[in-house]
């Protein structure tokens, strides 16, 4: 059964469920105040925090990839982007933290390699809430989360590498590393090519 908890955060009551809490991996202070909170005040378990910006948290939990910008349309910082990264570190939501950052200075930079569960991608841009990655010539958006990690291209790699003659992208297989670049045997031809280093991706 799905608990609905009622949370006292500076004096405002929120409610919602176990469940709810529980999302992000469960393993942050919420998620264990929903299930061991006893420090009951006006009905709901006790928060002695801001409850300013602790909807934002709540909508986050629920699914939510809604944000509050970092700027407002007159071009001064948002408060609310200010104060949401303060709570969320102090409620050790650490996904909410790093796509927090992420808005401000991704981690990242446009042509890097980078992996997630042994899969290589390159970023090829990146907006507020992921990273624009492309693999094998097709294009995918990665949230920004803590399971992301550089990578480098390695012999036997796939990629994506330019073809002088063909003038595009094509794929093949890095076979040699360079200092001047990658040597790529070509898919359905029987040469290779040393390609530089930016002219190859993922």
């Known amino acids: 059964m799905n608990t609905i908890i009622k949370l006292n955060v500076g ?5 919602t469920t176990e469940d709810t809490l529980s999302n992000d991996s469960g393993d942050h202070m919420l998620a264990s105040l929903a299930k061991h909170g006893s420090n009951n005040v006006d009905g709901g378990v006790f928060i002695d925090r801001d409850p300013t910006v602790f909807h934002w948290i709540l909508n ?4 939510s990839k809604v944000l509050p910008g970092l700027y407002l349309e007159t071009g001064v910082e948002n408060v609310e982007y200010s104060l949401l990264c303060e709570e969320a570190e ?3 939501l650490e996904n909410l933290v790093i796509r927090l950052k992420h808005m401000k200075s991704p981690v990242f930079k446009k042509q890097e390699n980078v992996m997630v ?14 990273y624009l990655v492309t693999r094998g010539g097709q294009t995918f958006k990665l949230p920004p989360t803590n399971g992301i990690e550089t990578t480098t291209v390695q012999i036997g790699d796939e990629v994506m590498a330019w073809h002088a003659g063909q003038h595009g992208r ?3 297989t890095c076979m040699a590393i360079e200092k001047r670049g990658y040597t790529i045997q070509f898919k359905q031809s029987v040469e290779q090519a ?3 280093k930016t002219g190859v991706r993922f």
Do not use: E
Request: proline share 3%; with cysteine.
């Open 11 to 15: 004096g405002q009551l929120f409610t």
């Open 60 to 63: 986050y939990l629920r699914g």
């Open 90 to 92: 102090f409620y050790t």
């Open 117 to 130: 569960n042994c899969i290589k991608y390159t970023v090829v841009d990146h907006s507020k809430d992921a």
């Open 170 to 172: 094509r794929p093949g």
């Open 194 to 196: 040393l390609c530089n």
